[in-house]
């Protein structure tokens, strides 16, 4: 039955009605956790890995056509985007002309099923926290469901773990602080949960594409449909160069021990090996979590391993509630969905350029977002239309929350297609029509207003 730790996490998730997938899946983790596992990578078991890249590979337009007509297209959805603020889906938000990441994501699905004559069905991976919100915002493109297919389906939740005997926290004050997500790589666990795998299959599809949907160049792009199905390969990840903006992320790196591809995040990072980790001559490749994968391979290993996949485990130690730090410590049982390039011979990468890479974790890259550094298309795509993409630095203190970053820009966002870099120290607010050029920085112990058509150059006290 096992301890009595894990007893009491299996009757809560049943008692929350949660898929007997999830909670197995849970408990293999759970055991691991117990005996110590604690999912590190260390920097002596791995090498640096090296790939091809996408702007060097031929692929014909048939096979791209037809690579498509195949796929699927899945978006993670369950973030509420709390760093920033809010307590609804993140996709939510506007990112330029009054559409929100949902409007740009369903809009770019519909010009490519029509330009390829392809079913390209797109579903989300919700939580129980974005479901609503998503689907009513969606209501309003009638010709987005797939007919047989749903528009969502919802990731698994697990108890939070108490750090110093591992049985569920208990948090009264708010139930649902008790809770929290498995990762993303219940992606799969979802899938299988669901009977989704069965029902794609069956619906004639072979490949799928999951992204993020706060990232809006994860376009389902043909081409490169056209180069995974080419390259027979089960599972694939986009990958791009790191960049100083990386060095504190995961990156990819092949295992000594058997040569699979591994994907290794800063939480499976030894203190000592920090260093290894920030070097980006060695490690040069991280992830955009844009992957790709075969439908038949995986409900193979899935039937092969009843159902766990077997990732690696994230041990994530937190407090129960994440805004009062003299909470309870918890910890909680996470995987990555990328982890799963190791489970699969064969599996591969492609380089790709930054512009399949544009996240939106902070306000400052929803600046960028928002500004003319890139031009929507009649296709829905962003492209780039600076030479740079400009460093941006806003001061925490007034810009970190999405409601008081909007009443700073009440008129739009700057110009930033001339600038390299702005970093706003104080409290400023935009008027219409600013423009920054080169590197800007502003300083202020006093809150400040910057006219309308006001053009920033070089460095700007106030």
Request: net charge negative; with cysteine.
């Amino acid at each position: 039955m096992g301890s009595p730790g894990l007893q009491q996490a299996r009757a809560k998730m049943e008692a929350a009605g949660l898929d007997p997938v999830a909670i197995e899946t849970f408990a293999h983790y759970y055991r691991l956790l117990e005996h110590g596992e604690t999912g590190m990578i260390p920097e002596a078991s791995i090498d640096p890995v090296g790939m091809d890249a996408l702007a060097d590979v031929e692929v014909p337009d048939d096979v791209a056509a037809e690579a498509i007509r195949r796929t699927a297209v899945i978006k993670l959805n369950g973030g509420l985007g709390t760093s920033m603020g809010m307590d609804r889906a993140k996709s939510l938000l506007c990112v330029r002309r009054g559409l929100s990441f949902l409007d740009i994501i369903a809009r770019q699905v519909l010009h490519l099923r029509e330009r390829y004559d392809a079913p390209l069905p797109l579903l989300f991976m919700n939580s129980f926290r974005t479901s609503e919100d998503t689907m009513a915002a969606l209501a309003r493109y009638d010709d987005l469901p797939v007919e047989g297919l749903p528009l969502e389906f919802l990731q698994n939740k697990e108890p939070k773990l108490r750090l110093d005997d591992l049985t569920p926290v208990s948090w009264p004050a708010d139930p649902d602080l008790e809770w929290c997500p498995p990762g993303h790589g219940d992606l799969y666990t979802a899938l299988r949960g669901s009977g989704l795998i069965t029902q794609l299959l069956e619906a004639g599809y072979r490949h799928v594409f999951v992204s993020n949907s706060d990232n809006l160049g994860a376009v389902p792009d043909a081409r490169v449909a056209g180069w995974f199905a080419a390259s027979g390969a089960p599972f694939a990840i986009e990958a791009v160069r790191r960049t100083p903006s990386d060095r504190k992320g995961g990156h990819f790196a092949r295992r000594k021990s058997d040569g699979r591809i591994v994907l290794r995040e800063t939480a499976q990072t030894l203190p000592e090996d920090a260093a290894a980790l920030a070097d980006l001559d060695r490690h040069r490749f991280c992830s955009t979590n844009n992957l790709w994968f075969d439908l038949e391979a995986m409900q193979a290993t899935l039937d092969q391993r009843e159902g766990i996949l077997g990732l690696p485990l994230i041990r994530n130690v937190k407090t129960v509630d994440p805004g009062d730090s003299s909470s309870p410590e918890v910890v909680q049982i996470e995987t990555a969905m990328g982890a799963a390039i190791e489970v699969f011979e064969g599996a591969t990468l492609i380089e790709v350029g930054r512009d399949r890479f544009v996240p939106v974790k902070t306000t400052n890259d929803l600046l960028v977002l928002r500004s003319d550094v890139y031009d929507l298309g009649a296709d829905f795509v962003l492209d780039q239309a600076a030479p740079v993409i400009p460093f941006i630095d806003l001061d925490g203190k007034h810009y970190k929350l999405v409601g008081e970053f909007d009443k700073r820009f009440p008129e739009g966002a700057p110009s930033l297609k001339e600038a390299t870099s702005l970093v706003v120290k104080g409290d400023y607010t935009f008027g219409k029509g600013v423009a920054v050029q080169g590197d800007v920085e502003l300083s202020s112990t006093s809150a400040q207003r910057l006219e309308p058509g006001a053009v920033l150059t070089g460095q700007a006290d106030a």
